[in-house]
């Protein structure tokens, strides 16, 4: 199993940049810039002191084939730091790998995107494994500028709560009360929900998340207010636990859970539930991954289709996904995403199930155009669009569901501009009315007034 560690700590220090001296530093130093420069932060330099620090530490961790942080690294950098953090990794295929895990993961995140100014990057492989590590610092006395005030447009509505949980439910509440079914998934990760967003478009329910310590009381009292006929907790034991399902068995007629031994199983348990009448049409995605799934998501709901998840790395369909396909009736196939997360020898599996007469690919070259490629594809109108983050997937997971309630695309964007093909899409749809999924601190205000990313 890959794993990752991260967290944000307040002491580090640096000095001048200079060139590269670990495998990877070069790669994971202009992901870092790209993914800030998106967000309208500005580019951190490399420094050659503090990724010597970092390839020590990497050197370290896979001679005790064992991944910690160092607990030395304020200490051993220079000094004159103000605030400092560290990431570490192990096990990822390449440095591109271990920066999409670092994004994807909220405290890693907030260390790319933190107010540093230095940065040392370590990457290598040893003893079977690779190990990352990454070191930030602040250095300078120069004050941050205050961040800009939120703006407002006409036709941009945003829904957003205090966190992920909070705003799952301001997304629920554009439903009225007494919706047949209420999905509630883990807000800790993305998988489960992925299938079901379109399950709970098809039936006219929100998706609602829970940590898995317990279900919040606003999270409750939504579902009361919703009085839903029955509640489909998604997921196995391991991620939502029987004392979940027990709190939220007093709180509709009807509950069960929709749970297989990985998410590829709950994926197809959750469609084969929800979708009991012969369907024409079916996505599919990577399971390794959310971005492409969540656009995938909005356009399935749109037509009443599923998503399956599939290792998008594999040897072929497997069995049991491909006697679900002849069961549904499949006979249109679509993958989300390019070859890189859903593989030829895949598709080929796919083009090989019998009863699928056609199957297509929509694809760009990374998640933001592929995102647009979906939805282009798949609308021919679209007075309203949903837009969310692609750099984390709590958000739109449960506006995933909203957006195919609505036949509506979402959008996954960078958190302070909007592609330029977005951009043309909603003109060319003529689009009236825009929501943000999330508060200001995942869609600033580039995404309000549709700026272009660079």
Not at 201 to 222: D, H, I
Not at 229 to 242: A, C, H, P, Q, R
Request: proline share 6%; hydrophobic share 40%; net charge neutral.
């Amino acid at each position: 199993m890959l794993t990752i560690l991260g967290v944000l700590a307040t002491g580090l220090a640096l000095s001048a940049p200079s060139p590269a001296v670990a495998a990877g530093e070069s790669t994971i130093l202009a992901l870092v810039n790209q993914a800030r420069a998106a967000e309208g932060r500005g580019p951190l330099k490399l420094n050659s002191a503090m990724s010597s620090v970092s390839l020590a530490w990497a050197n370290q961790m896979a001679a005790n084939g064992a991944m910690t942080h160092n607990p030395s690294y304020s200490s051993q950098i220079p000094s004159g730091w103000t605030r400092a953090a560290e990431n570490v990794a192990r096990g990822w295929s390449s440095p591109e790998a271990v920066h999409e895990a670092w994004m994807n993961s909220p405290s890693h995140r907030t260390n790319i995107m933190g107010d540093y100014t230095e940065m040392g990057i370590a990457f290598i492989t040893s003893g079977g494994s690779t190990w990352a590590v990454e070191n930030f610092g602040k250095y300078g006395a120069s004050v941050a500028a205050p961040a800009p005030a939120p703006v407002t447009a006409v036709g941009v509505d945003r829904l957003s709560g205090s966190n992920r949980y909070a705003t799952a439910v301001a997304i629920s509440r554009e439903y009225d009360p007494g919706v047949s079914v209420v999905y509630v998934a883990t807000g800790t990760n993305y998988p489960d929900a992925l299938s079901a967003a379109p399950a709970a478009a098809k039936q006219g329910g929100p998706l609602l998340l829970t940590p898995p310590t317990g279900v919040p009381s606003y999270v409750r009292a939504e579902i009361q207010r919703l009085r839903p006929d029955l509640i489909v907790v998604v997921g196995g034991t391991s991620v939502l636990s029987n004392g979940i399902y027990a709190q939220l068995a007093g709180l509709a007629p009807r509950i069960r859970r929709d749970g297989g031994s990985n998410r590829y199983e709950t994926s197809r348990i959750v469609i084969e539930r929800a979708f009991t009448d012969p369907v024409e049409k079916a996505f599919f995605a990577t399971g390794a991954n959310f971005p492409d799934a969540l656009s995938a998501s909005a356009a399935a709901g749109n037509t009443s289709s599923p998503v399956f998840l599939i290792n998008g790395t594999g040897s072929g369909i497997d069995a049991a996904t491909a006697a679900l396909i002849k069961k549904l009736g499949v006979t249109s196939a679509v993958i989300a995403g390019g070859t890189g997360v859903v593989s030829t020898r895949m598709e080929q599996s796919l083009r090989a199930q019998r009863g699928l007469d056609t199957v297509e690919r929509y694809a760009g070259t990374n998640r933001y155009t592929t995102s647009s490629r979906i939805n282009s594809l798949s609308f021919d109108e679209a007075p309203q669009v949903f837009f969310a983050v692609g750099t984390g997937f709590a958000d739109a997971l449960a506006g995933a569901a909203l957006a195919g309630f609505n036949s509506a695309p979402l959008y996954v964007v960078p958190g302070n501009c909007v592609p330029k093909d977005v951009v043309s899409d909603l003109k060319a749809y003529e689009t009236t009315n825009r929501v943000l999924l999330g508060g200001t601190g995942v869609l600033g205000n580039g995404v309000v007034t549709l700026t272009p990313c660079r």
